[in-house]
């Protein structure tokens, strides 16, 4: 099994290959003493976690970055700005990608069986509750990097519009997170039977 940090360097040089573009709006990230403060101050101890930000610190505001099919991974500073928001969903929520707008993928920090998997939430899928998406970091980024791997994920640079055949992201997904119910049968309205967190 690969370590964390090797995923992420493979991850830096998929982007570099696949979507240079892009990987362009990612800030280098934040000296060490900065990255821990701030991941104090938003209450986190995970190491994967700090490893991502030790790779990057996530895109330049408002760059609207199309690092995967839910947007770019947020930068410490804009993660903090969101805390101070009211949300629809538990404060131990941190947003780790986003759209800039409707969507985003959230870390969850709360202690238990599901601590470390991310959640998906959508604002335009009318979603009360966000839901299980990738079962941890690192299968979060196995799943990135297969996608630009396989065709899945397809930048274009003419349009600078990162195409996603969803059909074949579906089954990438499934593959690296079996525990995660987006993918697999559920009834979006009824999310008192997959909202556990």
């Given amino acids: 099994m690969q370590t964390f940090k090797a995923l992420i360097s493979e991850l830096d040089s998929v982007l570099k290959t696949y979507n240079p573009v892009e990987y362009k709006k990612l800030q280098p990230p934040l000296p060490d003493d900065c990255v821990n403060k701030y991941l104090n101050e938003i209450n986190i101890t995970d190491q994967c976690f700090k490893a991502l930000f030790q790779w990057k610190n996530g895109e330049e505001d408002s760059s609207y970055c199309q690092m995967t099919s839910d947007g770019g991974l947020q930068s410490l500073e804009t993660i903090m700005q969101s805390k101070m928001f009211d949300k629809p969903y538990a404060d131990s929520f941190i947003e780790v990608l986003s759209d800039n707008g409707e969507q985003s993928v959230l870390f969850n ?15 335009g899928l009318y979603m009360k509750y966000p839901i299980s998406y990738y079962d941890s970091l690192e299968t979060m980024i196995q799943t990135i990097i297969k996608a630009y791997t396989t065709g899945a994920y397809e930048y274009n640079n003419e349009k600078q519009f990162l195409n996603v055949n969803f059909d074949s992201f579906s089954l990438i997904a499934k593959q690296f997170n079996k525990s995660s119910i987006f993918w697999k049968a559920h009834n979006p309205l009824k999310w008192e039977d997959w909202y556990d967190i």
């Fill in 109 to 123: 920090n709360r202690p238990g069986k599901h601590y470390g998997q991310l959640y998906f939430y959508s604002i």
